[in-house]
Structures are given as C-alpha cells and as structure tokens.
C-alpha cells in the first residue's frame, strides 16, 4: 500500500499517484538543490501537521515535520548555520528536539527542560551555528507525541559530507501501531504486555527476564575474524524481552508490500544514510547480496567496517556505502525488528532494472533478530576521538525498573525529580551506565558528543556518539567535556521507558534552570490530540 507521509494536503502534488516521487524528495532533494538557507532571508518554516499515513491499507492520522513545499526534515549547509521556525498546526501542544546536534541549551526543543511547549497556532524560532556535519534527525519530545510518526531526517552539510558519495540517500526505519500511544503506555501500565505474553486463557503472563526463557533459534550480527566483516548468524538465544509490539515496520513510511524504489546507477558508490526514528524498536540492518562499509554512526565517522548485517538502536544513525554492481539491478535492502521477524526496506534499483515485489512469505523473516549486543560496538573507533584526558568526574547511572507498575528508574528514581547529574564547566566527565533489567536502554544525552571508553568493564576507544545502547545486564562507560553549559536531558530513548522515568538532566553548575519544571513533565503525555 503506498504511504503518503510526505504528501501534503494543500499541495497540488497531493494527487495519489505522485506520492511515490514525492516520498523520494527528502531524499533527491538535497542532492539536487542548494538547498542553504543562507542568505535566503530568514527562517525555514517547519510546520508540524497532521497528516495521513496509509499503513497495510488504513488510512490513519499521523504528524508530520514539512516545510511549506513538502519536504520532510531539514538539510541546512554548515555555514549557513541553522535557522528554523518550528509552526505548530497541532490541535495540541508541541516541541521539536534536534537530536544528537550541539547547540545552545534553550535550542534544545525539549519541553519542561529548555523551554515552554509551543502552543497549538504558536511558533518558535531556532537559530545557531552549526558545529557538526552528517546524518542527524529531529522529532517531537512533548509527551508520546513521537509514536506519531512526528519525527524528520535532519542532514548538516559539509565539504565532507557532500563528498561522501555522489549519490546519497536518506532511510529512516520506525514502527507503527495502529494504537494510539495513550492506549499502549495504558496497556503496558496495566501489565497487559502483548498479545503473545497472553496465556491461553487470556491473562497476562508473567514477566520474564533475559536468559530466562529456553534459547530458541535467531538471526544475530556475527563477527568474522577471517574476512574481517560483519554477517548474518544463526545463533541460540533466549529471545529479547520487547515490550511493545507493533502492526508494521516502515523505511521511509513505507512497509514492504510497496517499498520505497531509490535510484542508483551502475558501478556507482552509494551513501545510505540510516535514522531509527522508532520509538521502540531496534534493527538489524541487512545488505546482502551487497557488500557495505560502516563509515559513520550518530553522525560521526568511524574507521569503516565491513559487512552485510549491522546493528542499530532505537534514535541511532548509521552511514553505510554500498557499490552497486557494474551489471545493475535491484538490490534489496531490509532492516528486522529486534526480537521480531517485521521487516522493511526499500529497494535501489538501476534504471530499467526489473523490480520484483516481495512475496507475502519474503516480507516476513525466517528467524527473529536477535537482542543487540557489543558485537559491532565493540569494533567502532572514531575517526575524530576526544583528547585523552582522565576524567575530573565520575557519574554512576544504574537502570532499574520495576515491572510490575512499569516504572524505568536512573539511580533508583523515576522522573520527575530535581535530583540532577551535575557537572561543572571545563570538567572531562564519565558516566557509568550499569544496565540491571532485562531489556537493552539506547541512552541518549543531549547537547554533547561523548565517547564510549568502556564496554562490560573493558576499556575501549570507541565511537563518538550522542546514543549508545546499553544491553541488559552490561555497562557502557561513556566519556564528554562539559563545555556546553545548560541543563541536558540524559535519558533511555524507547519512549514508554522516557515516559514512564528513565529520564534525568545533567546540569552545568550555576546554569539557568528557569525552563527546568520537571513537575509539569509527565502530565503532558498528549500525542496528536487530547486523548
Ligand atoms: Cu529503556
């Protein structure tokens, strides 16, 4: 079915039959466009609307991040600087986070923490240099509002990145359900998990951890000494503990009975620019037959890795090139839900190739994915690594939950709470993260480029970052300078997880905190309407 996310209703190029080049404008746009704002006198507009999606045939409401001629996201040049109006169109309130972008602490976009929601009819401007170059995203941080699908590709051009390849393509992955995020937050609140933790009569089952239930056959990520490449693996595992489940998969809002078809050509080395934009889901990226390169991951480079099976957490970015044979054709590519057998994906395709539509059977896999892991974590290695430094500040950050009220906890507490992680200007800070549940927490922090230095205890000088997944029962030690003074959302990026506590700041000493109401923060949880 086609999704038409990136139509717009007011447009004269909403007609049914264009949504397919539309849905490549985010795509082909920056490529063939100078797309800078500079000197084009003033802010670009992003209206955040709703919009319709078709999903497996329904036809449902979603939100929308666009510019006024359609265009979904952001791709400013970095010398232009970043120069947005955000319009809220919503009947309810909103706020836009720049995610994984270093920038003044009130550009931040996160509500209750730098600033007050924008109100429906209202706008608000962000403007700021820009300091970074590469594959970034954006999406809504007021309350669940991001199971909407309110989240946009966000590109910062550079020299570089414009060079990467000649032909460049934005995917993004998310999951969509057909309920609406008050009622799954309501769901898992009520201990009523999914459908298949259900026994047969009905009630729900009990909770199990990682490793409690029997290893049953999955499809991993595995490392080869010998080629020195990633691969897909048949593995025994327990199965991931997932807690939500979803009715699809999308790759740029599309799911796989009509992927999205992006042209490349013959011979040509070719740039994919991955955004989990889930609000809940994790994915194995696979290439086959294609050969990849992992050159960049949260926008930053890595020494590239080979492969055909990469990993990505929920709000993680991967850059992968890829060459497409001399002799052409269509290449699938398919990302798989973590502890599911969902997949998406869209296809690159050369001119003239045939394209053959994926089977019921071939849209489903044949295993489920296995729970991420260290595999590819373990092997990343900035190219731009931070000076070595011994760190002026450790900061311990323990995951807890209790799943019984279905509470996510920092250091034993859920937010909201006034209890910061406080840092003082000029300090090189670690932070600790032991993981003591059974489920994986994509951490993310906000406002800083950090470095992960340790993984399970051993040290490593690993991927610059601004989300690292944190397996259940490991620990990630990450590094940063605190030379950005503010208060910084830090927190678990599966949003039932964020919303329900795993959410802290770290506060600058002496910072201005008059935006930081953490009282008001979960009393907002308003997605597209008042529910
Ligand atoms: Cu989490």
């Not at 919503?90 to 995610?99: D, E, M």
């Not at 990469?310 to 699938?332: H, N």
């Not at 000088?461 to 950005?484: H, K, Q, W, Y």
């Amino acid at each position: 079915m086609n999704s038409s996310l990136h139509r717009t209703a007011e447009s004269p190029r909403s007609a049914p039959g264009f949504s397919r080049a539309l849905l490549s404008l985010a795509s082909a746009s920056f490529l063939m466009l100078p797309w800078g704002a500079a000197g084009a006198g003033g802010p670009v507009q992003l209206v955040v609307q709703e919009a319709p999606l078709t999903v497996l045939g329904r036809e449902v409401a979603v939100v929308a991040i666009r510019q006024p001629d359609g265009t979904a996201g952001y791709f400013p040049e970095r010398g232009g600087g970043f120069d947005v109006e955000v319009v809220n169109r919503l009947r309810v309130p909103t706020a836009i986070h720049w995610h994984g972008l270093i920038l003044p602490n009130l550009m931040d976009g996160v509500p209750y923490v730098t600033q007050d929601p924008i109100a429906p009819g209202a706008s608000m401007r962000y403007q700021f240099p820009l300091k970074q170059g590469g594959t970034y995203w954006m999406h809504s941080h007021f309350g669940l509002q991001e199971q909407f699908q309110a989240s946009a590709p966000l590109i910062l051009w550079t020299t570089d990145e414009h060079a990467a390849a000649t032909r460049q393509h934005v995917v993004s992955l998310t999951d969509f359900s057909f309920k609406k995020p008050g009622e799954i937050l309501r769901g898992l609140k009520a201990g009523m998990k999914m459908p298949a933790m259900k026994t047969a009569d009905g009630k729900p089952a009990a909770m199990p951890k990682m490793g409690d239930g029997p290893p049953v056959e999955l499809k991993a990520q595995i490392w080869n000494e010998a080629t020195r490449s990633f691969s897909a693996g048949r593995v025994r595992r327990p199965m991931p503990d997932i807690d939500v489940r979803y009715d699809a998969l999308l790759a740029n809002f599309r799911t796989l009975d009509d992927p999205q078809v992006l042209p490349v050509s013959a011979g040509e080395s070719v740039l994919l620019r991955f955004i989990a934009m889930s609000s809940s889901t994790g994915f194995l990226v696979d290439t086959s037959p294609l050969d990849a390169e992992l050159v960049a991951v949260d926008g930053k480079p890595v020494a590239p890795l080979r492969g055909t099976v990469f990993q990505l957490a929920t709000a993680q970015r991967m850059d992968l090139r890829v060459t497409i044979p001399p002799g052409g054709g269509a290449f699938p590519v398919l990302a798989q839900g973590e502890g599911t057998q969902q997949l998406c994906g869209v296809v690159l395709a050369t001119s003239g190739a045939s394209v053959p539509r994926f089977t019921e059977a071939q849209r489903t896999a044949p295993l489920p994915a296995a729970a991420l892991d260290f595999t590819q974590e373990r092997r990343l290695r900035a190219r731009n690594p931070l000076p070595v430094r011994p760190a002026d500040r450790v900061l311990p950050a323990v995951l807890g939950g209790n799943m019984m009220r279905y509470v996510w906890t920092i250091n034993g507490k859920p937010y909201p709470h006034r209890d910061a992680l406080t840092v003082r200007s000029g300090e090189r800070v670690h932070i600790a993260i032991t993981n003591s549940t059974g489920m994986g927490h994509p951490m993310h922090l906000h406002g800083h480029d950090f470095q992960v230095v340790a993984l399970d205890g051993q040290a490593v000088e690993g991927a610059l970052r601004d989300t690292v997944l944190v397996p259940a029962g490991s620990g990630v030690r990450i590094a940063f300078d605190a030379d950005n003074p503010g208060v910084w959302a830090f927190h678990c990026h599966l949003l039932y997880h964020l919303a329900t506590g795993m959410f802290t700041v770290v506060s600058y000493e002496g910072a201005d905190t008059r935006h930081w109401a953490p009282e008001k923060a979960a009393s907002e949880l308003l997605g597209l309407r008042a529910e």
